[in-house]
């Protein structure tokens, strides 16, 4: 049998493949790498698709994030040693971002549900010194809820949506990345928009932040040979910017047929070994990560990888247990704990086929 790789890069550009020669060789035959027409397109188009005021195109998605908070730091509306609040359970780019800035990270544990964060536990980790909320969309599903902006407002935080795994992900109509004060998303070439190479974004439609954020994206100039601060070279580039206009206008269909997998997945896997995502709203979710939990996960997983199936782990360890981040290695997130020790990730993307995810479900369907 045909293994199913966890993710056909190869498959999913070939997709695309006749509308992204054409772009890469646009740009190729312009002369023109950096800040230009293609990027100021996409930036106008995802602005546009988000639902903000700016967009404003970076080297990827840490970046994004790390540039908003450093913004913020300039702004004066955060200071050095202030706290933000994040889920325990994300992925490591959330935190960094955080203490890149010398801002401390205040890990919450997240819904043993949803796999987002607990906004019931989020209140009570909130002191003199918090100034954010970064939540983050894990796994393609929205993590916004009516009590975080409630809190945000109580509390005057600004609410940053780390969107890296959401893109085209709604609640209401309204798109994420467009639900908080500002937003990174990231292209890295396996996220649900993906570039062929890193990229990244940020989105908000403050225009005080936007103008700062693109001045610190630009070694801190916004006037040729003009610094204001010691800033970063972070730049979305221009044939990354013409590949993202392509794959931009088929992303809602891609994450359609992401949804049809997941559908498929969810009716079908019958196991009780196996416990499956808590899906209330379909619009959103937007599957970047199809995460299914069993107390016999390795077994399970061995069992997939003999098989030839590709299925992964997102994440293994925590962050609060990796090495990065010694001083927190004696913290205990039982939940976090859990979600680690039990998820598997099943492939999806907009290429599986149906065959390929039938077999998948019969695998699964014969642990016994
Ligand atoms: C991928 C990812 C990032 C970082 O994006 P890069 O483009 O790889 O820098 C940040 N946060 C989350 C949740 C991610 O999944």
């Given at each position: 049998?045909?293994?199913?790789?966890?993710?056909?890069?190869?498959?999913?550009?070939?997709?695309?493949?006749?509308?992204?020669?054409?772009?890469?060789?646009?740009?190729i035959?312009?002369?023109?790498?950096?800040?230009?027409?293609?990027?100021?397109?996409?930036?106008?188009?995802?602005?546009?698709y988000?639902g903000?005021?700016?967009?404003?195109?970076?080297?990827?998605?840490?970046?994004?994030?790390?540039?908003?908070?450093?913004?913020?730091?300039?702004?004066?509306?955060?200071?050095?040693?202030?706290?933000?609040?994040?889920?325990?359970?994300?992925?490591?780019?959330?935190?960094?971002?955080i203490?890149?800035?010398?801002?401390?990270?205040?890990?919450?544990?997240?819904?043993?549900?949803t796999?987002?964060?607990d906004?019931?536990?989020?209140?009570?980790?909130?002191?003199p010194?918090?100034?954010?909320?970064?939540?983050?969309?894990?796994?393609?599903?929205?993590?916004?809820?009516?009590?975080?902006?409630?809190?945000?407002?109580?509390?005057?935080?600004?609410?940053?949506?780390?969107?890296?795994?959401?893109?085209?992900?709604?609640?209401?109509?309204?798109?994420?990345?467009?639900?908080?004060?500002?937003?990174?998303?990231?292209?890295?070439?396996?996220?649900?928009?993906?570039?062929?190479?890193?990229?990244?974004?940020?989105?908000?439609?403050?225009?005080?932040?936007?103008?700062?954020?693109?001045?610190?994206?630009?070694?801190g100039?916004?006037?040729?040979?003009?610094?204001?601060?010691?800033?970063?070279?972070?730049?979305?580039?221009?044939?990354?910017?013409?590949?993202?206009?392509?794959?931009l206008?088929?992303?809602?269909?891609?994450?359609?047929?992401?949804?049809?997998?997941?559908?498929?997945?969810?009716?079908?896997?019958?196991?009780?070994?196996?416990?499956?995502?808590?899906?209330?709203?379909?619009?959103?979710?937007?599957?970047?990560?199809?995460?299914?939990?069993?107390?016999?996960?390795?077994?399970?997983?061995?069992?997939?990888?003999?098989?030839?199936?590709?299925?992964?782990?997102h994440?293994?360890?925590?962050?609060?247990?990796?090495?990065?981040?010694?001083?927190?290695?004696?913290?205990?997130?039982?939940?976090?704990e859990q979600?680690?020790?039990?998820v598997?990730?099943?492939?999806?993307?907009?290429?599986?086929?149906?065959?390929?995810a039938?077999?998948?479900?019969?695998?699964?369907?014969?642990?016994?």
């Amino acid at each position: 049998m045909k293994p199913i790789k966890f993710l056909d890069l190869q498959k999913i550009t070939r997709k695309y493949s006749a509308e992204i020669h054409q772009a890469a060789l646009r740009v190729i035959d312009s002369g023109w790498y950096l800040l230009g027409e293609e990027t100021g397109v996409f930036e106008k188009k995802y602005a546009q698709y988000i639902g903000t005021q700016y967009c404003i195109g970076v080297a990827n998605g840490l970046d994004a994030l790390r540039i908003i908070l450093r913004a913020y730091i300039e702004m004066g509306v955060m200071n050095e040693g202030d706290e933000i609040i994040v889920p325990a359970n994300t992925f490591i780019a959330s935190i960094i971002a955080i203490t890149d800035n010398r801002l401390v990270p205040v890990l919450v544990e997240p819904d043993i549900e949803t796999y987002q964060i607990d906004d019931t536990k989020i209140e009570s980790a909130i002191t003199p010194k918090t100034k954010g909320i970064m939540i983050v969309h894990l796994y393609g599903q929205c993590a916004y809820t009516d009590k975080v902006s409630e809190l945000c407002k109580k509390y005057r935080l600004k609410l940053i949506e780390d969107n890296a795994q959401a893109s085209g992900c709604r609640l209401n109509g309204r798109t994420t990345g467009s639900l908080g004060d500002a937003a990174g998303h990231s292209f890295y070439p396996g996220k649900n928009l993906g570039a062929l190479g890193d990229g990244g974004a940020i989105t908000t439609s403050d225009r005080l932040l936007a103008e700062k954020v693109r001045t610190l994206a630009n070694y801190g100039s916004s006037m040729k040979y003009v610094f204001e601060y010691r800033g970063y070279n972070s730049r979305l580039d221009e044939l990354q910017a013409a590949i993202l206009n392509v794959k931009l206008v088929r992303l809602d269909e891609d994450n359609q047929r992401r949804k049809e997998i997941a559908r498929y997945y969810l009716e079908h896997i019958t196991n009780p070994e196996v416990v499956l995502p808590v899906v209330n709203d379909w619009e959103a979710h937007v599957f970047h990560l199809f995460v299914i939990r069993s107390v016999r996960r390795d077994e399970l997983l061995r069992l997939l990888n003999d098989k030839g199936v590709q299925a992964l782990i997102h994440y293994p360890v925590p962050p609060h247990k990796q090495k990065a981040y010694e001083g927190w290695n004696h913290l205990h997130f039982p939940v976090t704990e859990q979600i680690h020790r039990e998820v598997i990730s099943l492939p999806i993307s907009q290429v599986i086929t149906d065959k390929e995810a039938e077999t998948v479900v019969n695998i699964i369907n014969t642990l016994s």
